[in-house]
T-cell receptor
Framework: EAQVTQNPRYLITVTGKKLTVTCSQN?????MSWYRQDPGLGLRQIYY???????DKGDVPEGYKVSRKEKRNFPLILESPSPNQTSLYFC?????????????FGQGTRLTVV | AQKVTQAQTEISVVEKEDVTLDCVYE???????LFWYKQPPSGELVFLIR??????QNEISGRYSWNFQKSTSSFNFTITASQVVDSAVYFC???????????FGTGTLLAVQP
């Protein structure tokens, strides 16, 4: 089954404690990205990757890091989480960067930073 | 700049009513893609439709239909004979080749009352 898998689904952590949210896709997609969803703001892109070892900033990259060492995986790293990073996070992948295919989204990770 | 506006924050209808969700976009790209996604209360994002900028044909899929008008930069979504299961947040999104990212609107919460 084609899917994007995020882990964990729920996470409560404390300010400053490094964490990683994993994302894996099994569709051999080149393009992957991370979004955060906040009330009244819709989804905003954090980082995206057009292929292995190619990543770039989205609209709200501050406080986040990513890496793309393998095509299937695109982890999101919060080196020192802060309460303003409390949000619902989605990983997405698509066949190409041209928008010609729909983005497949993971189930979401609800992060709370206290 | 690219932008997607969903002016309707919340809509409430009674079952079997028709409802239209508005989406207005801004882009300078000549080639772009427009999307609609559904986010039910369970939180996942479900792809509904993709339309490229060269295809202005309206589309119908069961009770769902979409009206794309380049002249007004709109891509509206109509649900005919709404059902309680249609209750969700609906996002309109724009992908432009120049930005390599999917820009989302802020979403419209549709509540269908029995």
């Amino acid at each position: 089954e084609a899917q994007v898998t995020q882990n964990p689904r729920y996470l409560i952590t404390v300010t400053g404690k490094k964490l990683t949210v994993t994302c894996s896709q099994n569709m051999n997609h080149e393009y992957m990205s991370w979004y955060r969803q906040d009330p009244g703001l819709g989804l905003r892109q954090i980082y995206y990757s057009m292929n292995v070892e190619v990543t770039d900033k989205g609209d709200v990259p501050e406080g986040y890091k990513v890496s793309r060492k393998e095509k299937r995986n695109f982890p999101l790293i919060l080196e020192s989480p802060s309460p303003n990073q409390t949000s619902l996070y989605f990983c997405a992948s698509s066949f190409n960067r041209e928008g010609g295919s729909e983005a497949f989204f993971g189930q979401g990770t609800r992060l709370t930073v206290v | 700049a690219q932008k997607v506006t969903q002016a309707q924050t919340e809509i409430s209808v009674v079952e079997k009513e028709d409802v239209t969700l508005d989406c207005v976009y801004e882009t300078r790209d000549t080639t772009y893609y427009l999307f609609w996604y559904k986010q039910p209360p369970s939180g996942e994002l479900v792809f509904l439709i993709r339309r490229n900028s060269f295809d202005e044909q309206n589309e119908i899929s069961g009770r769902y239909s979409w009206n794309f008008q380049k002249s007004t930069s709109s891509f509206n979504f109509t649900i005919t004979a709404s059902q309680v299961v249609d209750s969700a947040v609906y996002f309109c999104a724009l992908y432009g080749g120049a930005t390599n990212k999917l820009i989302f609107g802020t979403g419209t919460l549709l509540a269908v009352q029995p």
